[in-house]
């Protein structure tokens, strides 16, 4: 069997989750295309470079997840330079300001289901008609969030929202490409140690809450969860779809 196990794509691949996830599936014998925003580009110079190192093929691609027209010739310029896609990872997401559920604004609620809503839909969609079209199922993966299962800390409303969305897109798509032999699931990760927890400060106030309220006394890692996105993408996954699969540390018991 080829060590080249197909071509992955991984959105809000700069920093965090992404670029650990993108990372980890080049060690697995992926070629990773990432993707990320604009303001991000060195960042993804950095990550190509790191993947090409490890052997694998790379490509950086500029796209706003939640524009419809760029989502599609994201996928559309990563199947040109790569000849195909495998796996998408549909991670790009924000968390924005904790704000009381009375003073969200529809700017702010807006703002926050484009991103983490609109955004796995499109990819999805778009992954999907690639896959279809190659005839030889796939792997779709989005990041959901412990958020997105159980709503434990207050002023999420918005965020809560986006990621209960991802739930319910994750069964959908994968009801409807399941013929087609794609598997669609979504990982939900607890608190994980990366810059979306906010800064130094902040986040040391925040992950020793976290370690308190945790049975297992630490905090979530990115590789954590790109180990479960490895299982994901495999070939041992072929079995599980639908599903939306928690690495929280204990916060939460499914």
């Known amino acids: 069997m080829s060590n080249n196990k197909g071509v992955a794509l991984v959105t809000g691949a700069a920093q965090g989750i992404g670029r650990a996830i993108a990372l980890r599936l080049a060690e697995d014998g992926f070629d990773v295309a990432v993707n990320d925003v604009s303001s991000k580009s060195e960042n993804l110079d950095t990550l190509v470079e790191e993947i090409q190192n490890k052997g694998r093929a790379s490509s950086k691609h500029i796209a706003d997840v939640s524009q419809d027209q760029q989502v599609q010739t994201l996928v559309e310029e990563v199947v040109k330079n790569h000849g195909s896609l495998d796996v998408m990872v549909a991670n790009a997401g924000i968390l924005g300001p904790e704000v009381p559920f009375t003073e969200v604004t529809v700017e702010h609620w807006d703002q926050m289901l484009a991103v983490n809503a609109r955004g796995p839909f499109l990819c999805y969609k778009y992954a999907g008609i690639q896959m279809i079209k190659q005839g030889r199922g796939g792997r779709i993966i989005g990041t959901c969030s412990l958020a997105g299962k159980q709503v434990i800390t207050p002023l999420v409303s ?76 495999s070939k041992e996954s072929q079995f599980i779809t639908g599903q939306t699969i928690s690495s929280n540390g204990g916060l939460f018991f499914d």
């Open 158 to 233: 918005a965020y809560s929202a986006s990621k209960f969305a991802v739930r319910g897109l994750t069964q959908a798509a994968a009801l409807e490409l399941g013929a087609h032999q794609i598997t669609v699931n979504a990982v939900a990760p607890g608190a994980i140690d990366t810059p979306m927890l906010g800064g130094s400060t902040v986040r040391g106030e925040k992950l020793e809450q976290i370690k308190q309220a945790s049975p297992l006394k630490r905090v979530g890692l990115p590789e954590d969860i790109a180990s479960l996105v490895s299982f994901l993408a």
